[in-house]
């Protein structure tokens, strides 16, 4: 039952927004370093943004200006905020990152990544 749940994707306008969310799901104690990645057609997945544990963040060239994540560890859940899309913003997106997880043999740090969603810009 261990994962990330992700939801907020779906088909935008050009310079619109869409908001993601990737919440941790499971007996989780917390979230440590986060971070959105996504794969376009024909395309290898690509690094969009990470969030450090302590709030650190870091984006890729190509979204920096736009998009901005977050985090709210009392909700174990990372945010994607994304304006100004763009076509070329069409992918599918995933949450990757680590939690700190209680498991039936004891607290334990888990690598998982969530299970994508589609987001389409389009006119």
């Known amino acids: 039952q261990v994962q990330l749940v992700e939801s907020g994707g779906g088909l935008v306008q050009p310079g619109g927004s869409l908001r993601l969310s990737c919440a941790a799901s499971g007996n989780i104690f917390g979230i440590n370093d986060m971070g959105w990645y996504r794969q376009a057609p024909g395309k290898q997945r690509e690094l969009v943004a990470g969030?450090?544990?302590?709030?650190?963040?870091n984006y890729a060239d190509f979204v920096k200006g736009r998009f901005s994540i977050s985090r709210d560890n009392a909700k174990n859940t990372v945010y994607l905020q994304m304006n100004s899309l763009k076509p070329e913003d069409t992918a599918v997106y995933y949450c990757n990152g680590e939690a700190a997880v209680d498991t039936i043999v004891g607290p334990r740090k888990y690598h998982l990544w969530g299970q994508g969603n589609q987001v389409t810009v389009s006119s």
């Open positions: 969030i450090s544990s302590g709030g650190s963040t």
